[in-house]
């Protein structure tokens, strides 16, 4: 509880984040947000964001490579209450989707980046599959798209130091997988609809 | 406090309380027909003047909190000028150093009351410093541009504001009890009323806008008769300020006031170019801090030059 304080405390100040809800509304329904990828603050970022009630339902899904390392960050991973997903090996029967919707049940709510990495900022890289296969076995979730301005010049790739400028988190309309939609159609669309909240402001 | 002090305390409270009834009642009537955007801008200046006053009132009794209080609005400003302006990722690292360690250092120095140190601490060292670390980091592209961006942010958000405070550690040759806070409350004061003087005389009078591709609002006829109010209020407030002349005190009102605009009329142009309305945009709703300092960032480095020497201070 307190550790939660001041980590979304020191979020919000390094981040000085202002937050957007356009044809959006907080809601505790089960949903996966999505977003750009820059800096490893993002997970914080948008968790923070979230109302309280909604935050206690929410797990934001991390690489387990970088979060398991360290008594440090395994403790912040266990603060977020974050799933921790293994980028590297993937067996079987154990695919992250999988493990995913296990985790969820049927009352939490999602947070990924489906760039699989962190960009350099400046554009919205292709998307992986995960977010096809999460939607597709689950149709009821709904997609959130959510973009985050400026955290690239916040903390970049490859820094420690953090500068704390002005950020802003945009979250949009949630979208469905369409009927018969293919998964490229379907990753485009979703894609177009974080790039569209850059082009929002 | 001494006699003098409580009775410029009561003139502005007074003032105050009576704007924020006039300001609320008037908002309750619609009927009357003025503009409510107007109205909630009035309202919401109000608010941030009661706010100025608070931290002057802080002033009276605690220079280093007012330092401190200062320096979260240099660094709350850099950080806006800062976000709007772009630059590259290799400026990361010189970006750190201005916002953790030269704006710290500059209040630190002006609270150790060392002028030769803060009057050229940023002016020397963070304008050599800031271009070399730029250089190290290994990214020529737009060098100039980007460099240029860092150190204006810092000389104008930080440096030009820290003379603000600064003017409690001046040392006035033979000053009574609350004679620098006295003169932190006159700067202050002229600074805000020159801002609504020159709004009003041009709202009554304006015809020839100064500039309209820079800012459509600031006329010829605001900036001499706000300058000439300012000037006149000066003359007023002569009893709180340390200037042996009627005339000096005049003529730093004049002086506030021009510096004032010259500062607004900058920051617009800025904001001008990079396409934004308000420094604080990334907030929705309200403008951002540097929207309400720019006159004063402007107008203190000035001030407290002259002051200093017509007051032959040290």
Known sequence: ?201 | MVPRDWILAAIVVTLLAVATVVGQLVQRQPQLGLNTAALTTFNRRVRVWWLIYAILLVAYYSPTLTLVIFCAISFEALREFITITPTRSADHRALFWTLFIFTPLQYLFVGSGKYELYSIFIPVFGFLFIPARAALAGDYKRFLERVAKVQSGLLICVYCLSFAPALLYLQIPKATAGEAPRLLFFFVTLALLSEAFQFIWSQLYGRHVISPAINESRTWEGLIGGATSTALVGMLLHMATPFPYLWQSAFMAMVIAIMGFAGAMTMSAIKRDRGVRDYGTLVEGHGGILDRIDAICFAAPVFFQITRHLLGAG
């Open chain 1, 1 to 201: 509880m307190f550790t939660e304080l001041i980590l979304t405390s020191l979020a919000r100040f390094l981040s000085g984040a202002s937050v957007r809800w356009i044809d959006c509304q907080p809601d505790t329904c089960q949903r996966v947000y999505f977003a750009n990828h820059t800096s490893h603050l993002d997970m914080i970022l948008i968790w923070s964001a979230l109302p309280h009630n909604i935050r206690r339902l929410t797990r934001p899904v991390a690489a387990k490579d970088y979060w398991d390392r360290g008594p440090l960050r395994r403790y912040m991973a266990k603060t977020y209450n974050a799933l921790l997903v293994d980028r590297k090996e993937i067996k079987v029967h154990q695919s992250p989707v999988d493990v995913m919707l296990r985790e969820i049940g049927s009352t939490d709510s999602l947070i990924i980046f489906p760039e699989g990495g962190r960009q350099t900022g400046e554009t919205v890289g292709e998307f992986k599959s995960g977010l096809y296969y999460l939607s597709k076995k689950r149709p009821d979730l709904e997609l959130v798209p959510v973009y985050i301005d400026n955290m690239n010049r916040i903390l970049p790739r490859g820094e420690f130091l953090p500068v704390p400028l002005l950020s802003c988190i945009t979250f949009g309309p949630p979208l469905w997988l369409e009927a018969g939609e293919s998964k490229i159609d379907f990753l485009t669309r979703a894609r177009n609809a974080v790039i569209q909240l850059k082009e929002n402001d």
